[in-house]
């Protein structure tokens, strides 16, 4: 019989390729783990979303003796499903996908702001997640057959602006290239789009 979700058990695994080690971190059970994110080295800091628990977490690796772990809860509205995640300076991204929200956790203050509504559409099903190099936080509508850009000025002043084209069926994974060309990996074709911000046109085989 198979566990019910809040008791499925997760991991991390950290694998050394040149001692050919694998080293296994043990989550809190109904984890349930989605998006993993690495920054620095000696020590690695870990980002992960828990979706299962509603929480981000932060595990800071310097060696299999030294190592901290720290959570955050994620519970502005219930079920709020930190789904994918990304690190960009001192700040992690990561949306929400119960609660139509994007995510953004400030590592030098602990200080966590959400962005919703402001041109987003309901339940969008947000995917992945990705920063340009200009500071626009790029991610998928997967249920609302969306490619989405959120600017912001402040935490009061900030927009969505949403794309949508007939090759957007079910987008899912996010790049962004050269030149912040985003490519978008269609789920529902399948199928790489490519997105030219500057001229707003959709590019596909």
Not at 119 to 125: D, I
Request: charged letters at 15%; one cysteine or more.
């Amino acid at each position: 019989d198979s566990l019910p979700v809040s008791s499925q058990p997760s991991f991390l695994f950290r694998f050394d390729s040149s001692a050919q080690t694998c080293y296994t971190f043990t989550l809190p059970l109904g984890s349930m783990p989605n998006s993993v994110a690495v920054s620095g080295v000696n020590p690695s800091h870990v980002w992960v979303t828990e979706p299962g628990r509603d929480r981000i977490s932060h595990l800071v690796y310097t060696n299999t003796d030294d190592i901290a772990w720290t959570e955050y809860s994620i519970t502005t509205t219930n079920g709020s499903s930190p789904f994918r995640l990304v690190v960009d300076g001192n700040y992690v991204w990561f949306t929400e996908r119960g609660a139509n929200r994007i995510g953004r956790l400030d590592t030098t203050t602990d200080r966590l702001d959400e962005f919703y509504d402001h041109g987003l559409s309901p339940n969008a099903g947000l995917a992945d997640i990705k920063v340009a190099p200009d500071g626009t936080v790029w991610t998928t509508g997967q249920w609302s057959n969306r490619l989405v850009a959120l600017t912001i000025t402040s935490t009061t002043d900030y927009a969505f602006h949403e794309y949508t084209h007939t090759a957007l069926t079910s987008p899912s994974g996010l790049a962004i290239g050269r030149n912040d060309y985003v490519w978008v990996g269609v789920s529902g074709a399948p199928r790489i789009v490519e997105f030219i911000p500057s001229i707003g046109q959709f590019v596909y085989d």
